[in-house]
């Protein structure tokens, strides 16, 4: 049983993981594309968001803390409706693998492998994101507990330097309040992760006081994005739209850094990092989904009916860094409605449900 | 061979194993029979450009060529082409070479004082576009034709360690307030003015200052490798005398010397080093001389608030300087001058005067040529955001605003 279970601090560092992730590279630069520094709203108003999001995950939890969200979902929604809930949550979890796949892909290929395909980079992501996605949950947690302190360390180093080089003040005020709507709009779908805590909920080891750890994790992972984005938006001001890959490019800005060759490549092993163990997590909650679809098939099937679709959508449908922008913008935020919608909404009508029978 | 197959056996069920042999197999191998890159590859360390005859561009490349030999000089060529575009020119460069061009090391991009007559960016747009190259790529306009600058380049490398990144990174660091990299210039371009400073290295036949070299002339002329044809030898300078021109709309309007470059220094308060000097001073000690002060350090505040409608900026200069050089009509005891560690305060008085007198002329210099190098509009957005948009819309031309501000300069002199 222990097995199958990851520890509230592992839930913890897996959330960090997620949020902190898919928006340290393009999302900063489309933000200040769209609203200019006041893209930087966005942020706050979308983490509000997501900060609901968990603060629903805590008061769930806390009222059925050894029954699964699908179990919940069957209950009081019907065995129909459980289908389809977790069918759009597998579509869901499987659009933000391709968008967070491409983004690297394309930032990697851009700098880089200028000329291999995606098959290479296939290879090098595919397995290794197949097989944490089979493991157990203790094994994920323990990985993320791994790289945690890593990506702390990296993370420190690149925020200190880059901060250290920022120079002259942004531009301010030149964004509506319209354009911070329309930002927050199109980029909503870089938020609402945390929805997969209610895929794992029943994965989860927790005890009273263990929703401080989520505030702290989820608390780190917002302060570190909004550290990314002030220290992009300090080192390139006018021309933050032009770089398109925030964390890489403020390290890019460090002039004074003596012999050591070109210090952005560490931003790239926290890239690196980063990608595979939110792409781990996400498949994870794919294959858990998927499971909750077709309870009778082994996970396996999962996975490769996973790597079936994603493949086909990589190659045929989203390639380019243009597509991939396009997706994310005019796409993607439809799916939002279900991590910020369907979830709470469902997540809320089951608490109200329990009020009322424990008044009854 | 029972414990290898055990191996296998227990190997074959790590499916990392099993992808680490299919990249090894797949990709590892078909690796080592490829070409080396600098086969592949004609890397590039300079870019020129210079605006072609029928409205093409003529570019030429500072291409490294792998040599095998005994001692540690690297052999460059320069590799001229003329396209309709730089992307077109490049490709046709490559063709020359027999070798795709590689941008990745292009530390350099030198462009014709022409191509600043008109929009530059134009020029500018593949190689910004352009993923390989970074934007802080260094800029350098010269006088002369870029190619030419490229080969007085080529030949300083060879015959001296004086190498051109040096010089620049050396100005950017000293001389400029600003970088003149495609990322400040860029910076410049998308600020309110649109305005940028670009770096500014002349090349001459005649000059007696600057780093003189033997460089092929332009005889050559036409494309392809500057080696297969005759070139007569002449003596080129370049000279890197502090000069750089201001940009608006990525177009020149103003050459400005090493003087006015000192001056918009003291305004901006960004660099390490320079010197000040007043003339005709007279006190207790000193009798219509010239005194040479070096800064050691400057600190400039700016703050910025609004009466009646209109924008003032309060700066505050604060100056470290060390009087370093003391020259007198009538020789000056020089037990008296080696005695001084603390300015009179006269010379405080002139060096005030100097430095306000400095500023004044850096920001007329702006103003004439409704250049915001100094980020003015920046500072009045920032900390008075609704007067500034009122301010503005008061004015005929925006561009002109740097007209309708008052600038109040307090400096404050420490001998250190």
């Not at chain 1, 570190?224 to 739209?241: K, N």
């Not at chain 2, 040529?369 to 819309?393: A, G, Q």
Request: hydrophobic content about 45%; some cysteine.
């Amino acid at each position: 049983m222990k097995d199958k279970t990851m520890n509230a601090w592992q839930a913890g560092i897996c959330l960090f993981i997620i949020i902190f992730a898919n928006k340290i590279l393009l999302l900063p630069s489309l933000l200040y594309d769209i609203a200019s520094i006041e893209g930087a709203w966005a942020y706050f108003i979308s983490f509000a968001f997501e900060l609901g999001l968990i603060t629903l995950f805590v008061f769930v939890k806390r009222k059925y803390n050894y029954v699964s969200f699908a179990e919940l979902v069957r209950k009081k929604l019907g065995v129909i409706t459980l289908k389809i809930f977790y069918l759009l949550l597998a579509l869901f979890f499987l659009c933000k693998l391709v968008l967070i796949y491409n983004v690297t892909y394309i930032f990697f290929k851009d700098l880089i492998y200028k000329d291999s395909g995606t098959l290479l980079f296939i290879i090098s992501f595919l397995p290794i994101i197949n097989y944490l996605a089979l493991s157990s949950m203790r094994v994920i947690g323990r990985t993320m507990q791994l790289f945690f302190p890593i990506i702390l360390l990296i993370f420190i180093f690149c925020t200190t330097t880059s901060l250290i080089s920022v120079g002259e003040a942004p531009l301010l005020f030149q964004g509506s309040a319209l354009n911070v709507f329309l930002a927050t709009i199109k980029h909503i779908s870089a938020f609402g992760d945390s929805i997969f805590l209610f895929v794992f909920m029943d994965k989860i080891e927790y005890k009273k006081a263990d929703g401080k750890k989520f505030y702290l994790m989820s608390g780190l992972a917002i302060l570190f994005v909004l550290l990314t984005m002030f220290a992009f938006y300090f080192s390139y001001t006018y021309t933050s739209f032009m770089h398109p890959y925030a964390i890489f490019e403020t390290m890019g800005n460090i002039k004074d850094y003596g012999g050591l060759g070109r210090i952005d490549s560490v931003a790239v092993i926290l890239v690196i990092i980063l990608t595979y163990l939110q792409m781990g997590i996400y498949l994870k909650a794919f294959v858990v989904s998927f499971k909750e679809i077709f309870p009778k098939l082994s996970p396996v099937y999962g996975v490769v009916t996973f790597d079936f679709l994603f493949v086909i959508i990589i190659s045929l449908i989203v390639r380019t860094l243009e597509k991939t922008v396009f997706y994310a913008e005019s796409v993607l935020p439809y799916f939002s409605l279900i991590s910020f919608v369907l979830v709470p909404l469902s997540a809320i009508t089951f608490l109200i449900l329990k009020r009322k029978r424990s008044d009854e | 061979m029972n414990k290898f197959k055990l191996f296998l056996k227990k190997a074959f069920k790590v499916p990392m194993f099993i992808v680490f042999l299919f990249i090894i197999i797949f990709y590892g191998f078909p690796s080592l029979g490829r070409d080396a890159e600098v086969d592949e590859f004609a890397i590039v360390t300079a870019i020129g450009l210079d605006k072609g005859e029928t409205e093409n561009v003529d570019v030429s490349l500072l291409t490294f060529v792998p040599v095998a030999q005994q001692n540690f000089a690297e052999k460059y060529k320069v590799v001229k082409a003329s396209g309709k575009s730089v992307l077109e020119a490049i490709d046709f460069a490559g063709l020359y070479l027999g070798r795709e061009v590689g941008l990745n090391h292009v530390k350099t991009v030198v462009i014709n004082e022409e191509c600043f007559n008109e929009n530059a960016s134009v020029e500018m747009d593949y190689l910004t576009r352009n993923k390989s190259l970074a934007l802080s790529t260094s800029i350098i306009c010269t006088d002369a034709k870029a190619s030419e600058f490229l080969e007085t380049v080529q030949k300083m490398d060879t015959e001296s360690s004086i190498k051109v990144d040096d010089i620049i990174a050396f100005n950017n660091k000293y001389i400029y307030s600003n970088e003149s990299t495609f990322e400040s210039f860029y910076k410049g371009l998308y600020s309110k003015t649109k305005s940028s400073l670009v770096s500014y290295l002349s090349l001459s036949e005649d000059s007696d200052e600057g780093v003189t070299v033997s460089a092929s002339g332009e005889a050559s002329g036409g494309s392809g490798d500057t080696a297969t044809k005759a070139s007569e030898e002449t003596k080129k300078t370049l000279l890197n005398d502090g000069k750089a021109i201001l940009c608006k709309n990525a177009q020149k309007v103003a050459l400005l010397d090493n003087v006015d470059m000192q001056k918009l220094n003291l305004a901006t308060g960004e660099f390490d080093s320079g010197t000040i000097v007043i003339e005709n001073f007279t006190d207790e000690i000193f009798h219509n001389a010239r005194l040479t002060f070096d800064i050691q350090n400057i600190k400039v505040k700016r703050k910025a608030q609004f009466k009646n409608g209109y924008p003032v900026i309060n700066m505050s200069v604060d100056l470290y300087v060390k009087l370093l050089e003391a020259k007198e009509e009538n020789n000056i005891d020089i037990k008296e001058n080696i005695d001084l560690k603390n300015i009179s305060k006269e010379a405080i008085i002139a060096l005030e005067g100097k430095v306000k007198s400095s500023i004044a002329d850096a920001i007329s210099l702006l103003r004439e040529n409704k250049c915001d190098i100094l980020k003015i509009y920046t500072l009045l957005n920032n900390s008075h955001p609704n007067e500034t948009r009122k301010f503005m819309k008061t004015l005929a031309d925006e561009q002109d605003f740097l007209n309708y501000v008052t600038f109040k300069v307090s400096p404050s002199i420490y001998s250190v």
